[in-house]
Nanobody, 128 residues
Framework: QVQLVESGGGLVQAGGSLRLSCATS????????MGWFRQAPGKEREFLVG????????RYADSVKGRFTISRDNAKKTVYLQMNSLRPEDTAVYYC?????????????????????WGQGTQVTVSS
């Protein structure tokens, strides 16, 4: 049973933009957060950004702050990752994830082990 479905990856030139989407079929609550991670070949999975479903609190990794923006649409139960000013080093498989039980003070966590559900991943390739 697929809980998170991603879309929107592809090939883009350096300096370009892409928007990723992740639709959740899970039950959301005040303790529910969604995040985006990426994993490049030979590297560990890296946290990029997360958002709390109920209070919109966000947390960004320094590597993407100012270039990537997370947002969500309650009605569509979808989270988006807008990626601007893309660089070749952004090339990776991008994953969305969900943390169903975030504790007080209710900010998205950065560790991949904190997340319960994962999307299938979508490839983003940035050419120089």
């Amino acid at each position: 049973q697929v809980q998170l479905v991603e879309s929107g990856g592809g090939l883009v030139q350096a300096g370009g933009s892409l928007r990723l989407s992740c639709a959740t079929s899970e039950r959301t609550s005040s303790k529910y957060a969604m995040g985006w991670f990426r994993q490049a070949p030979g590297k560990e999975r890296e946290f990029l950004v997360g958002i709390m479903w109920s209070n919109d609190r966000t947390r960004y990794a320094d590597s993407v702050k100012g270039r990537f923006t997370i947002s969500r649409d309650n009605a569509k139960k979808t989270v988006y990752l807008q990626m601007n000013s893309l660089r070749p080093e952004d090339t990776a498989v991008y994953y969305c994830a969900a943390d169903r039980d975030v504790s007080w003070p209710y900010y998205p966590l950065t560790g991949s082990h904190e997340y319960d559900s994962w999307g299938q991943g979508t490839q983003v390739t940035v050419s120089s």
